[in-house]
């Protein structure tokens, strides 16, 4: 991804990695939302989202962890949510597109404090 970004706008790739300790996710230090794959949820979740054009976050959680929401699966979301495709198309349509990648958000400083930097 830096790669193509500096092809896009010049400069030169940083890429900085991190580690996180996963059992923080089960252990209630933080308020976790997870979403385990495509879901009626998380395609709201992430359409809301995006139609967030605020500086206040819709949600309250440090960190959440789901699947990518790309700009193809974006676009499902948004002929989900304009109603141009019911929620069984919308599954279709994402389960044949390339895999299913997850992420993590790190939302909060208290989040953000979770991670070691390698």
Not at 51 to 72: L, M, Q, S, V, W
Not at 89 to 100: A, D, P, S, T, V
Not at 103 to 118: C, D, P, S, V
């Amino acid at each position: 991804m830096a790669e193509s970004k500096v092809a896009f706008l010049g400069g030169e790739p940083v890429v900085t990695s991190f580690e996180f300790d996963e059992s923080i996710l089960s252990s209630n230090i933080l308020k976790v939302k997870m979403f385990e794959s495509y879901t009626e949820e998380w395609a709201h979740f992430v359409y809301d989202n995006r139609e967030n054009f605020t500086d206040t976050p819709i949600h309250k959680y440090d960190i959440i962890y789901g699947p990518i929401a790309n700009d193809r699966v974006g676009a499902q979301i948004r002929n989900y949510k304009n109603g141009n495709i019911n929620l069984d198309e919308l599954m279709n349509r994402i389960k044949y597109l390339k895999g299913i990648t997850f992420q993590y958000y790190f939302g909060t400083e208290a989040a953000i404090n979770t991670l070691r930097k390698l």
